[in-house]
């Protein structure tokens, strides 16, 4: 028999967890389940638990304790730790979501194991140094974002490749006016017409930032020059993202929106097997793929992106810190939802960059940027 592929997730109980978990059923002859790590859902945890036994269960409630199960139970930082440092993992799903994907994908990157990940925030906050400590480990990272999943599927040889081209869906405001925009409710901003996503990601898809991040996310992953980057708006999501050679031939990964198909790419990297299909691709039934120039006065965020991953250094670790903090405050009702970017480039505007930080210096700027974005926000919503 085959040897099963060894995996852990980290945010089993996500969306992308999940997810991942309806993959990982479906081929249960290919994969055995190590360890589960979520954040206060207990409840969700132990479920999974029963269903997939896995060796490790880590979560993150101060009041409750999963009980009944066969796993070892782990908690916290500390606990992500210690599963991202076991050698048993062929691979770590790296599913949850801002900043605490960090330290995990450092662990498992010191410790030699690959990573499907899924966590955009751990590239835009240190790219240059989770990039260098794979290369220098021989650690693969395999992204599960769809975009950089499709450009990782398209790619031979990046050095034959002139150009990146990703696709963003738009958003829920694609075709609503500035105005709309600035009286969105959060019901209206977490409706997204082709994803269904996280809360954190949906706002940043309303938003554009999403797209910003990707930007940032795409230049690590593949050593593209921002100015070899560009953004297409494509609303039916069908395109995943492209690649233009130098010769002019431009390759693209196509399918139907679902998350089923990277997460089950990247997981299974570099075997392909038949998963969760729903069904067969058919040109004749989407009938028509539009594309658009991105507006960059609607969507601020773009230009930001740019602008922050341009300059390089702690600049992105910034940028993210400041986003991160203005949805959150943004989904508590203390701001409107375009006061998310004027406050990310506020805090950028402030931000005194380091060039080549340390990852110490990363995380105290991420702290440095949260308290003074709350301390703006503070101000924004009296
Ligand atoms: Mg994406």
């Known amino acids: ?33 190590i360890a589960l790590a979520g954040g206060s859902n207990v409840e969700l945890l132990e479920h999974q638990a ?22 070892e139970i782990l908690h916290g930082e500390e606990g992500l730790e210690q599963i991202c440092s076991n050698k048993e993992n062929d691979i770590i799903l790296v599913a949850c979501s801002g900043k605490i994907g960090l330290k995990p ?21 240190a790219g240059d140094i989770v990039m260098q400590k794979a290369c220098e480990n021989g650690v693969k990272i395999i992204p599960v974002d769809s975009e950089h999943c499709a450009i990782h599927q398209c790619i031979k040889d990046i050095k034959q490749v002139d150009k990146l081209i990703i696709t963003a869906s738009g958003g ?14 959060v019901k209206e901003a977490l409706s997204h017409p082709r994803w269904h996503m996280g809360k954190k990601i949906t706002v940043d898809s309303a938003t554009l930032m999403n797209k910003g991040l990707e930007i940032i996310e795409a230049h690590h992953l593949f050593g593209m020059d921002y100015d070899d980057i560009e953004v297409v708006v494509h609303p039916q999501s069908i395109v995943h993202s492209a690649i233009e050679y130098k010769d002019g031939s431009v390759i693209a990964q196509l399918g139907l929106p679902s998350m089923h198909i990277p997460i089950q790419y990247a997981i299974s990297y570099p075997e392909r097997f038949e998963g969760i299909k729903s069904k067969s691709f058919s040109f004749a039934e989407i009938a028509r793929l539009d594309f658009e120039k991105p507006d960059f006065e609607k969507f601020p965020a773009l230009n930001l992106a740019y602008h922050a991953g341009k300059t390089g250094g702690s600049a992105t670790t910034c940028l993210n ?7 959150f405050a943004f989904l508590d009702g ?49």
């Open 1 to 33: 028999m085959e040897k099963k592929r060894k995996i852990s997730i980290i945010g089993s109980t996500g969306s992308i967890g999940t997810q991942a978990l309806e993959v990982i059923e479906k081929l249960s002859d290919k994969f055995e389940i």
């Open 334 to 382: 203390k701001i409107t939802l375009c006061k998310i970017v004027d406050i990310v480039e506020k805090m950028l505007s402030e931000h005194k960059v380091i060039q080549n930080p340390s990852i110490d210096e990363i995380f105290e700027v991420d702290r440095e940027v949260r308290e003074k974005t709350q301390n703006n926000i503070r101000k924004f919503s009296n």
């Open 172 to 185: 829920p405001f694609l075709h609503k006016s500035r105005e709309e925009m600035q009286k969105a409710t």
């Open 321 to 327: 810190a400041a986003n991160e903090e203005a949805v």
């Open 105 to 125: 994908t450092l662990k498992a990157i010191k410790n030699g194991i690959d990573i499907a990940l899924a966590n955009k925030e751990t590239l835009v906050m």
């Open 50 to 71: 029963k269903k997939f036994s896995p060796k490790y269960l880590c979560h993150n409630a101060k009041d409750k304790t999963p009980s009944g199960l066969s796993a």
